[in-house]
């Protein structure tokens, strides 16, 4: 183990730990209210969970780092059907949470299963291309992972979560796109999925019937959130009074009066708002720059990995991360609709900090392996 921490990214391992320890006082921050008022439960219910899920993280974080990614060969096809069982089981006997069926409840805990299948899909995909490498300028070879995917998707899309299958849909389409499959495939498939797209919205529009649910079209109405208060814009809204109250340096920490129920579990996707509310823009800035780092250096392992299997893992959870990131603070911005995405080492949300945890674990095992290789030489 001594030898595996030697060759770990000490910077992005420094960051990290930082940025999820900044994550656990907020969300203790931004829950200790709305625990109490709200659910009338102790105030430090959400930290000591969150305290948990990253205790959890890290045991597994600690074992999954000994083995080798050549060993993910042996492993990708039954988690990848694992992943496919687990979302259709949960549409069956999940737990509605949010107006959506997108959990297990296990006791106490509650177990979101396409937080994980993220992070196995871009395995998935690594361990796949890599394996057929030679093969892939033939179009069955090519395109049956999409082809599983696309099945993935559309299991997310049915609990209904718009967020998730987006995100989804985006990782899977990177790494198409960057796995060293050739052009006319690439383009040919990229012409072909925006084309049915486009014909699949012209079809439903002038059918007048659509797929997604009425709360899920409300969304779409992002823009000028303030004049729509006492309706759908009251969240974005309440960001902004937050974000305006913080000012340059904020009003302190635990002083936040948007998380007194003006924002809606202010401790999961607004968790930014109270940040700058309580710590100021400039916290939020360095927060921001913190992120890029992160993602700087998870793409610095993977361009220095000799291997497509390494790279592509790197930068599919370079992708993973920077599209949780984007979507959470462009809906927080008014930018796009919110669609209930955490935001990365902060938000509240054991599922999603388990696989976030499980991510980072794969990029650093990448990196003491790029080390290794290179002492060899």
């Known amino acids: ?32 209210v709305t625990a109490y008022m709200s659910h009338a439960v102790s ?39 694992i992943s496919i069982v687990s979302l259709g089981l949960v549409l069956v006997f999940g737990t509605i949470i949010n107006k959506a069926k997108s959990w297990f409840e296990i006791g106490p805990i509650s177990i979101q299963p396409s937080e994980f299948v993220k992070v196995i899909v871009i395995v998935f995909l690594a361990c ?30 049915a609990q209904p979560d718009l967020g998730t299958t987006i995100i989804f849909a985006c990782i899977v389409g990177a790494i198409f796109l ?13 012409f072909l999925t925006f084309g049915l797209l486009f ?22 109405n992002f823009t000028d959130p303030c004049s729509r208060i006492l309706d759908d814009g ?55 720059f913190a992120y890029i780092v992160v993602l700087y250096r998870i793409l610095l392992i993977g361009r220095q990995c000799p291997n497509n299997r390494g790279a592509t893992i790197c930068y599919g959870v370079a992708i993973y991360i920077f599209l949780h990131i984007a979507i959470n603070l462009m809906g927080i911005m008014g930018m796009m609709p919110m669609t209930g995405v955490p935001l990365p080492f902060i938000s509240y949300g054991g599922s999603f900090t388990t696989s976030l945890i499980i991510a980072l674990t794969l990029v650093q095992r990448i990196s003491f392996e790029n080390a290794v290789m290179k002492e060899k030489k």
């Open 1 to 32: 183990m001594r030898k595996i921490f030697k060759y770990l990214d000490k910077t992005l391992l420094i960051i990290t730990l930082i940025l999820f320890i900044f994550g656990l006082i907020m969300v203790f921050s931004a829950s200790n």
């Open 43 to 81: 105030p430090y219910r959400y930290f000591i969970k969150q305290g948990a899920f990253l205790l959890v993280g890290f045991i597994i974080s600690f074992f999954l780092i000994r083995f080798n990614t050549r060993s993910y060969n042996y492993f990708y096809w039954p988690f990848i059907i």
């Open 128 to 157: 796949y291309y890599d394996i057929n490498k030679k093969k892939l300028n033939k179009w069955t070879v090519s395109l049956f992972p999409i082809a599983i995917c696309l099945i993935i998707a559309v299991l997310i899309f």
């Open 178 to 190: 960057s796995v060293p499959i050739s052009k006319e495939i690439k383009f040919k498939t990229t």
């Open 199 to 220: 014909f699949g919205i012209v079809v439903i529009l002038g059918s007048g019937k659509g797929v997604l649910l009425q709360r899920q079209l409300e969304r779409f």
């Open 234 to 288: 009251n969240q974005v809204c309440n960001c902004y009074i937050a974000i305006n109250n913080g000012g340059l340096t904020g009003v302190g920490l635990g002083n936040s009066t948007q998380k007194y129920l003006y924002l809606p579990e202010p401790y999961t996707d607004f968790i930014f708002a109270i940040i700058v509310e309580e710590l100021g823009v400039i916290t939020g800035i360095i927060l921001i």
